[in-house]
């Protein structure tokens, strides 16, 4: 069955350095999201992505965050300078349809030392 | 700020028994409905969607939606202790914003 995929599983990095998670939707779907969990927290929604560009974005996703699309498989989400509250897990998700089911990846697990 | 609430439980069901998890959501344009299971420190898997008024069944669950109510249940039928993990509630609302809102999750755990 197909699946997302998202590298690394673990990221460890120092307090403002840059990170790229990267993921690799289904390849048929057209909707792209990044959500993020904190330990214990609920899900929370970062950005939607079609047609090659932003389509919305939560107030987490501030000037430190930005997604692309650089080839027709990956879709990355960078943090500039990352800060201790970025440590997450970071979940990269797609979907065929507007509204439709979105599939989850495994994750990235985020640790800002 | 549209909201979706779940019990945070636990909710303890013995094996072989009917699970019910329920959840409101606060958005009354909210247009899909989505019940997604997370293990511990794993990601959410889809486990039932659906988008109308009534019943939706897919082998052990069924899915209600009461769009008046703005209420979604999950029912797991024949409880197996492989269903002990976190049930989380999601929805998107209208205007084709497709974002997902999430609850908190429901953790049920299946006593043998």
């Known amino acids: 069955e197909p699946e997302v995929t998202q590298t690394p599983s673990h990221q460890v990095t120092q307090m403002g350095q840059e990170v790229i998670l990267r993921c690799v939707p289904i390849?048929?779907?057209?909707?792209f999201y990044w959500y993020r969990q904190i330990l214990g927290q609920k899900v929370e929604f970062l950005v939607s992505?079609?047609?090659?560009?932003?389509?919305?974005k939560s107030e987490i996703f501030d000037d430190q965050f930005s997604v692309e699309r650089p080839d027709g498989s990956n879709f990355t989400l960078k943090i500039r300078s990352t800060k201790l509250e970025d440590s997450a897990m970071y979940f990269c998700?797609?979907?065929?349809?507007?509204?439709?089911?979105?599939?989850f990846g495994d994750g990235t697990r985020l640790s800002i030392l | 700020q549209k909201e979706v609430e779940q019990n945070s439980g636990p909710l303890s069901v013995p094996e072989g028994a009917i699970a019910s998890l329920n959840c409101t959501y606060s958005?009354?344009?909210?247009?899909?409905f989505f019940w997604y299971r997370q293990y511990s420190g794993k990601s959410p898997e889809l486990i039932m969607f659906?988008?109308?008024?009534g019943d939706k069944e897919d082998g052990r669950f069924t899915a209600q939606l009461n769009k008046a109510s703005q209420y979604v249940s999950l029912l797991i039928r024949d409880s197996q202790p492989s269903d002990s993990a976190t049930y989380l509630c999601?929805?998107?609302?209208?205007?084709?914003?497709?974002?997902?809102?999430f609850g908190t999750g429901t953790r049920l755990t299946i006593i043998p």
């Open positions: 998700a797609s979907s065929g349809a507007v509204q439709g089911p979105q599939h």
């Open positions: 999601a929805v998107t609302s209208n205007f084709g914003n497709e974002k997902l809102t």
């Open positions: 958005d009354r344009g909210s247009q899909s």
């Open positions: 992505f079609y047609n090659n560009e932003i389509s919305e």
């Open positions: 659906i988008y109308s008024n």
């Open positions: 390849s048929n779907h057209l909707y």
